[in-house]
């Protein structure tokens, strides 16, 4: 995928990023890879953004504008549900 991709095109890469392996993770490294997913802090629901390797990096208020920030930052997004 690259930074020209819509919401679904990331949707259907991350659908092929669930079948790799732990080693195959590690291979891409967290400076490469956000994934966002649906959270509620303080009651309200938003989107947050991770680095591959789990670190916190962000949150928005909708999936959009977190593939957009991902985007942004010459990143790669990836879904998880």
Known sequence: MNRNDTPDAAAAGAASLKA??????A?????DIAYVRPVVVDGVEA??????????IGAAPSTDLAIAAILQHEMEPALVH
């Open 27 to 31: 291979s891409f490294g967290a400076e």
């Open 20 to 25: 790799l392996s732990v080693a195959d993770w």
């Open 47 to 56: 989107i947050a953004i991770h680095a591959a390797d789990g670190t916190p």
